[in-house]
């Protein structure tokens, strides 16, 4: 059977279960799915119930904290509350570069000619610097550093907390001009702002968390899970509408998703097609416009 066939089967198949778009539509074969939330390769894919946990700590953190002791703490500072360029849409993706994957992504983002910047996890990179290069041959991406190894910031000593962004920071490819630096959970803190600052780096973080990590391989998120991201319920079985419909809340903006979870993978090339249907143009983060949504 051929890739394209089967691909065209599997397709077949989740537009019968109302799952998938018109085969017509899709002529980049997907990479094999994995669960989301379960290692895909290498040892630091997020565990889902580790996200989850930090999602949910999050929001409680923020629920029960004044606004100033927060801002005082630097504790959120990637939940970006400055206005973007209006309807103007910066896509990025976190926590590879995973083989497959992301081959997938660079394959969609070309047929549109859409830029992206991908958020690499520092030991992940060493693991694969092919993927790395991939990316940079493309000339129309950015790489920014998601850290050495992923750790929740909240949690660890300041020692910790600059050998993870220095590691990083050391592993960003030769050549590579882009100065972004995204937190893992996007859990920040002052000292982690200097020491990212004192770099010449920027923190990096969304105007919509597209809470893809939530949705499964279905592309459904439970109750539980879509109060705790902000899903509506009309949207529970819908990914697409729901980054759509925050788009439109936030009139665009930077968006944050992640190359480890089929269905973030699955949706991508509808996503793209929708938001464009909505009238959002894509950029980069290197766009002027952006700069005063940086930290
Ligand atoms: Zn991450």
């Not at 509506?232 to 809340?249: E, I, K, M, P």
Request: hydrophobic share 35%.
């Amino acid at each position: 059977m051929s890739t394209r066939f089967r691909f065209c089967f599997l397709f077949a198949s989740l537009m019968l279960a109302g799952m998938g778009p018109a085969c017509s539509q899709v002529a980049i074969p997907l990479p094999s799915a994995s669960e989301p939330g379960q290692p895909v390769h290498g040892e630091h894919t997020h565990p889902h119930a580790l996200l989850r946990q930090a999602h949910l700590t999050r929001l409680e953190e923020r629920l029960s904290t004044d606004q100033e002791t927060l801002r005082r703490q630097c504790r959120f500072v990637s939940d970006i509350s400055t206005a973007p360029p209006q309807n103007k849409v910066v896509l990025t993706f976190d926590d590879g570069p995973e083989p497959d994957q992301i081959e997938y992504i660079l394959e969609v983002l070309d047929k549109y000619s859409i830029p992206a910047t991908f958020f690499f996890i520092g030991d992940k990179m060493a693991q694969h610097p092919d993927l790395v290069a991939k990316v940079q041959e493309k000339k129309r991406h950015l790489i920014g550093s998601h850290s050495w190894d992923h750790p929740n910031f909240h949690d660890i000593d300041e020692n910790a907390q600059r050998s993870a962004i220095m590691r990083g920071l050391e592993q960003m490819p030769a050549g590579n001009q882009a100065r972004y630096f995204r937190y893992p959970y996007g859990n920040s803190s002052c000292f982690g702002n200097d020491t990212i600052h004192q770099q010449g780096y920027h923190i990096t973080g969304w105007h919509v968390d597209t809470c893809d990590w939530a949705f499964d391989r279905n592309g459904s998120v439970d109750t539980h899970e879509a109060l705790s991201c902000g899903v509506l319920s009309q949207y529970r079985h819908d990914f697409v509408g729901h980054v759509v419909a925050s788009l439109r809340a936030r009139r665009g903006g930077i968006v944050l998703m992640h190359e480890i979870h089929p269905n973030t993978l699955r949706q991508l090339e509808r996503l793209i097609q929708e938001m464009q249907a909505d009238g959002f143009t894509f950029t980069s983060l290197d766009d002027p416009a952006m700069q005063a949504s940086m930290r």
